[in-house]
């Protein structure tokens, strides 16, 4: 597919799933690649309806921006492949804000915040991490969350990918946990057999009662904590139907 014929395709898609979006529930449309699987999964209390271009190459269309903020966006993305940073998830932000319309200097300025949390998601996560990982650290800084509960995350996965638990503990932050409480169960379930899928059912129970209030979503957490580690809670429902954790927003 030609490169114009797929971004067409990708506003199409985008367009598509604001109309159909409900007010109640928010929902993410993943594209990882033109020949890939879309998948769609309904977040259960979110409130903003987001779109998420994931394209792995992070390829530049400077048609989506105007000049000005075309030409920035080339330097923000050049400074950073020169620093060893990811540049594929700030295109995806600036894809992101095009396609919502977003004027040029608010994109510029969630660029430049992402590529900066990037830094600093490397340095607390280490050299060797994937991208993935990078992205969600970020948003876990941008969040509020510091780099040492990002290190001790990763401490948690030293074989194996720490994007899950990542993802769920910045939207149990963003639900109004403390993030001092939050780390500390993200990390406690992180360590457990099947720990994925206890951490989305984390994120499914938080999101449920933050409803009720941020109060309510604490002591969910607590017992869902206390549950999983006695083995009274089985660790199998999850957060999303593609078994994936769903992304926050981006402030």
């Not at 409900?22 to 449309?29: F, G």
């Not at 105007?66 to 020169?82: K, P, Q, S, V, Y």
């Not at 510091?146 to 939207?171: E, H, K, Q, Y």
């Not at 904590?225 to 660790?235: A, D, E, K, Q």
């Amino acid at each position: 597919m030609r490169p114009r014929a797929r971004t067409t395709l990708w506003l199409t898609l985008q367009l598509l799933a604001t109309t159909l979006a409900s007010p109640l529930a928010a929902t993410t449309l993943v594209v990882t690649s033109p020949g890939d699987t879309v998948h769609v999964a309904a977040s259960l209390v979110a409130s903003i309806d987001t779109v998420f271009f994931r394209d792995p190459q992070g390829q530049f269309d400077a048609a989506r921006f105007d000049t000005l903020t075309a030409n920035a966006l080339r330097l923000l993305r050049d400074d950073a492949a020169a620093k060893g940073l990811p540049t594929a998830p700030l295109i995806n932000r600036a894809l992101e804000g095009a396609a919502r319309r977003v004027g040029g200097q608010r994109i510029l300025s969630v660029v430049r915040a992402h590529a900066a949390a990037l830094a600093e998601a490397k340095s607390a996560l280490g050299e060797g991490s994937a991208v993935a990982e990078l992205d969600a650290g970020a948003t876990a800084l941008r969040a509020g969350i510091d780099a040492r509960t990002l290190t001790v995350v990763r401490g948690t996965r030293p074989n194996g990918t720490a994007v899950t638990a990542l993802v769920v503990l910045t939207d149990v932050v963003k639900r109004g946990v403390p993030a001092s409480t939050a780390r500390e169960a993200v990390a406690t379930i992180a360590r457990t057999p099947r720990s994925d899928d206890a951490l989305l059912g984390l994120q499914a129970t938080v999101a449920k009662n933050a409803q009720r209030g941020p109060g309510m979503a604490l002591d969910a957490l607590n017992r869902y904590v206390r549950g999983t580690v006695t083995g009274t809670v089985s660790p199998s429902t999850p957060a999303t139907n593609d078994r994936k954790p769903v992304r926050p927003p981006d402030p």
